[in-house]
Nanobody, 115 residues
Framework: QVQLVESGGGLVQPGGSLRLSCAAS????????MGWYRQAPGKERELVAS???????NYADSVKGRSIISRDNAKNTVYLQMNSLKPEDTAVYYC?????????WGQGTQVTVSS
């Protein structure tokens, strides 16, 4: 069983930065595709960014140029650095792991961008 634990969310002013972290249990992390999704109130969950096992990355247009996804296989951790945050970035952010063993979600961490 894989467990994903997110951290790093919080309240930040527009234009500020946050770094989200997601620590994964288990040995499949390094062969998995990791992703960050978000869900704002009244909206569907959407992909923010993803990173493959060989560090290929993909970003939603809404965050491209403002966010960086990275991974540390030695720590079984994936990160999402978000800069120049906007009120429309406010959402619950979820960590996602996809592997041959299955798909797993974290419990989510709240990001609120407000002055």
């Amino acid at each position: 069983q894989v467990q994903l634990v997110e951290s790093g969310g919080g309240l930040v002013q527009p234009g500020g930065s946050l770094r989200l972290s997601c620590a994964a249990s288990g040995s499949i992390f390094r062969v998995s595709v990791m992703g960050w999704y978000r869900q704002a109130p009244g909206k569907e969950r959407e992909l923010v960014a993803s990173i493959t096992s060989d560090d290929g990355t993909n970003y939603a247009d809404s965050v491209k140029g403002r966010s960086i996804i990275s991974r540390d296989n030695a720590k079984n951790t994936v990160y999402l650095q978000m800069n120049s945050l906007k009120p429309e970035d406010t959402a619950v952010y979820y960590c996602h792991l996809s592997s041959v063993a299955g798909v797993y979600w974290g419990q989510g961490t709240q990001v609120t961008v407000s002055s």
